[in-house]
């Protein structure tokens, strides 16, 4: 059995050249992609949660990063000391300039099938996955949960105003948690001993019973 690599803490799941010191490398000063802080917490979340699935691409002309300066900010922020690379090669500057540009570009060119993309995040949370793995936030998930019940009013006669009524006064909220591994694993475990000790026959139930037994206690 092929014993499992890892860069610092965190498992290398990805082809690399290979596992360098972070302190190293050197991020290309004329970048001219940006991320923002939103993107790095995500960025490092998934790097912690899945280990690394995407190495940072290093020039080995120029010495800089190419591809991944988003996933060195996250390793940075996650503090680790170490991250996978590999290391190519570019016969022209032309040619570094052009894969840097081409690596955030042509990810924008593509269309996302909105319907096929809910069906899929409706599975992952039916198996009680952390959702904003994916990239999309607690707010996307809600304008999404609000067209669904803008689009079914529409069978009945009901103004999208109308469905957007109905979702503001009911009584129902969606909570989404965002959690590592095994912060989640912890909590499920907590779970299943409350719903064991109060016949409980879903989560919802104990985390409601766990959250007044901590308010009583605080009381």
């Not at 949660?49 to 190495?55: C, I, K, L």
């Not at 069978?155 to 909220?173: F, I, M």
Request: proline share 4%; glycine share 4%.
């Amino acid at each position: 059995m092929t014993k499992q690599i890892h860069a610092d803490t965190i498992p290398v799941f990805c082809a690399h050249s290979a596992i360098v010191d972070i302190a190293t490398l050197v991020p290309n000063p004329r970048n001219p992609n940006k991320h923002p802080d939103t993107q790095i917490d995500i960025l490092s979340r998934v790097i912690k949660a899945q280990g690394w699935r995407s190495p940072i691409v290093v020039s080995a002309r120029s010495g800089f990063v190419v591809k991944g300066h988003g996933r060195l900010q996250a390793a940075l922020r996650l503090g680790v000391k170490s991250v996978p690379v590999d290391t190519q090669k570019y016969e022209l500057e032309a040619m570094e300039w052009a894969d840097l540009i081409a690596d955030n570009r042509i990810a924008e060119l593509s269309e996302i099938q909105n319907d096929d993309l809910k069906n899929i995040m409706k599975d992952l949370e039916s198996l009680n996955f952390d959702l904003e793995l994916t990239g999309y936030t607690a707010s996307d998930l809600d304008s999404w949960l609000k067209e669904d019940l803008i689009m079914a009013g529409k069978d009945q006669g009901l103004t999208p105003a109308d469905k957007l009524d109905d979702y503001e006064n009911s009584t129902v909220r969606q909570i989404v948690l965002i959690m590592d591994v095994q912060e989640f694993e912890e909590i499920m475990l907590k779970l299943d001993t409350i719903k064991k000790k109060h016949e409980l026959d879903n989560n919802t139930l104990a985390a409601m019973t766990a959250i007044r037994e901590h308010a009583n206690t605080c009381n």
